[in-house]
């Protein structure tokens, strides 16, 4: 057996389908998150959620507690932001997803999220993990920046080991010595997850690539590699945004991109429906 015993396939070989209040991620659904990199205001964050509920997003992402990676930039809006992302959701009958950044504010984060998650720089806070594996909500588990697939196991066996399996893997790209883009998205890390074990895995092109015309096309392949979902920033004015404008798409681009990806999953569904004929 595996170290990472409960999340891996030997040990559960069925698909796991998370339920998030009724929305379904994994077993053939098409799960997107999307929404703003941080909460910046009320006004953008309803403009922002009005713009992914129409465009067929079930899940309004958006961080209250920014991870940055300088002290002066923009933190987040924390509790406030919180407040926002659950009125904004409630609007749209969109479920919210929002990162708590220790395991301090998990009981704060889990009385307005529908999703924890859980960051790329966090993925080995054992104690976070821990303590997310404690609450009773559906955990993202973003892939660290630097980590193996075996770690990211690993990561989510934690989680599992303190009783909660309701864990999405969420691979957002990793460090190489390519500077062109943000990251380098690792779409194999889609079919390994599928692979090795029986959790849902969605894939983040946004912080996957840095650059929001690579958002597409990435998100596409995504799913003909055969993700359960994305998760994809979307603001108003990415000129305006406070953080991560560069990869953040427009409200009309994302519409463009939820058609695209809808086609793909539907050729997915065919293909895979087909596929007894052809063995
Ligand atoms: C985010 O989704 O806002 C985020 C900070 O992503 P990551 O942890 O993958 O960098
Ligand atoms: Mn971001």
């Known amino acids: 057996m595996k170290k990472y015993k409960l999340v891996s396939r030997e040990y559960h070989a069925a698909d796991t389908v998370v339920d998030v209040a009724g929305v379904k991620i994994g077993g053939g659904s098409l799960a997107v998150m999307a929404g703003p990199c941080a909460v910046e205001s009320h006004a953008q964050l309803m403009e922002a959620a009005r713009a992914v509920s129409q465009a067929g997003a079930k899940f309004l992402r958006g961080g209250a507690f920014k991870p940055r990676t300088s002290p ?37 984060v889990s009385q307005y999220a529908d999703v924890l998650q859980i960051g790329a ?3 080995q806070n054992f104690q976070l993990l821990k303590a997310a594996g404690r609450v009773d909500m559906p955990v993202l588990l973003k892939r660290g920046l ?3 697939i075996e770690e990211w196991l690993n990561a989510a066996e934690y989680i599992a ?5 309701r864990i999405i893997m969420c691979e957002r790209g990793i460090r190489t010595y390519e500077t062109f883009t943000r990251n380098t998205l690792d779409l194999s890390a889609v079919a390994a997850i599928k692979e090795l074990s029986h959790l849902p895995v969605i894939v983040d092109p946004s912080h996957g690539t840095g650059r929001w015309e690579m958002v597409r096309p990435m998100a596409s392949a995504a799913i003909a590699a055969g993700a359960d979902g994305l998760i994809i920033e979307v603001h108003p004015n990415p000129a305006e945004a406070l953080s991560d404008g560069p990869q953040s798409l427009t409200p009309k681009n994302f519409t463009r991109l939820m058609h695209e990806v809808r086609l793909m999953a539907k050729a997915r569904k065919a293909f895979l429906e087909d596929e007894g004929g052809w063995i």
Not at 74 to 80: D, E, I, R, T
Not at 88 to 105: I, N, P, R
Not at 161 to 165: A, L, T
Request: aromatic residues 8%.
């Open 72 to 108: 002066y930039d923009f933190q987040g809006l924390a509790g406030k932001g919180l407040k926002m992302l659950r009125e904004a959701g409630d609007a749209y009958g969109l479920k919210v997803v929002t990162e708590a950044v220790d395991a301090s504010f998990i009981p704060l």
């Open 121 to 123: 720089r966090n993925m």
């Open 146 to 148: 630097a980590s193996t």
């Open 161 to 165: 080991s303190e009783g909660n399996s």
